[in-house]
């Protein structure tokens, strides 16, 4: 049974660093083709994709936000940790963690979430 | 402004079949394969459908996706209240490199 869950302040300042690590159970991201990815959604609006990790510690990150990110994993912990810098009130939203499962077409392999963590709302304000 | 165009709302009556559309471009949707998520109030979105008309197990087979060109469509049969919620579709785009998310279609059950 895959279970994720995401942890870390609540409240940050403008202008802070966020850091939210993310604890999973019933997979290891040590396992070829596994991966671990960051979703969030602010209140009431759409959700936006943040990063994903690889098993084999290859990193993709949204383009709007690749300078301010950085996604890393703890694999003997079972943890993904994913930090956003320079925080705006914009950021206020709810965070998602989510196991990443894929399927190959045409020798391309596919990625998409399957399972969500249940996500954990930061607010930015001062 | 979302990459993927959802409406805004949908409804129907219980029993009633509803449709759900998702427009995109060559880049997301018309390249790759198109995903559903259901987000009822207060919770994590859930995956619905995968790889355009792929339901995981537990899914029920009241929900159905489909793609034509470069949109995708969920459909809702038998509906029933527990399937108010908020609906998204979802793609990779090759352009952006970037997962896209449409704004959401939120559904209610009259």
């Known amino acids: 049974q895959i279970t994720l869950k995401e942890s870390g302040p609540t409240l940050v300042k403008p202008t802070q660093t966020l850091t939210l690590t993310c604890t999973f159970s019933?997979?290891?991201?040590?396992?070829?083709?596994?991966?671990v990815g960051w979703i969030r959604q602010p209140p009431g609006k759409a959700l936006e994709w943040l990063a994903f990790?690889?098993?084999?510690?290859?990193?993709r990150y949204s383009p709007s936000l690749k300078s301010r990110l950085s996604i890393t994993k703890d694999t003997s912990k079972n943890q993904v940790v994913l930090t956003l810098t320079h925080m705006d009130p914009e950021d206020t939203a709810t965070y998602y963690c989510?196991?990443?499962?894929?399927?190959?077409?045409?020798?391309?392999?596919?990625?998409?979430?399957?399972?969500w963590g249940q996500g954990t709302l930061v607010t930015v304000s001062s | 402004q979302s990459v993927l165009t959802q409406p805004p709302s949908a409804s129907g009556t219980p029993g009633q079949r509803v449709t759900i559309s998702c427009s995109g471009s060559?880049?997301?949707?018309?390249?790759?394969?198109g995903y559903w998520y259901q987000q009822l109030p207060g919770t994590a979105p859930k995956l619905l459908i995968y790889?355009?008309?792929q339901r995981p197990s537990g899914v029920p087979d009241r929900f159905s996706g489909s793609k034509s060109g470069t949109s995708a469509s969920l459909a809702i049969s038998g509906l029933r209240s527990e399937d108010e919620a908020d609906y998204y579709c979802?793609?990779?785009?090759?352009?952006?490199?970037?997962?896209?998310f449409g704004g959401g279609t939120k559904l209610t059950v009259l």
């Open positions: 990790i690889f098993w084999d510690d290859d990193k």
């Open positions: 979802a793609a990779w785009d090759d352009s952006l490199s970037t997962w896209v």
């Open positions: 019933g997979f290891s991201l040590s396992i070829s083709g596994v991966a």
């Open positions: 989510a196991h990443t499962a894929w399927f190959t077409w045409q020798t391309t392999r596919h990625y998409y979430f399957d399972y």
């Open positions: 060559s880049s997301n949707i018309g390249s790759n394969f």
């Open positions: 790889r355009n008309d």
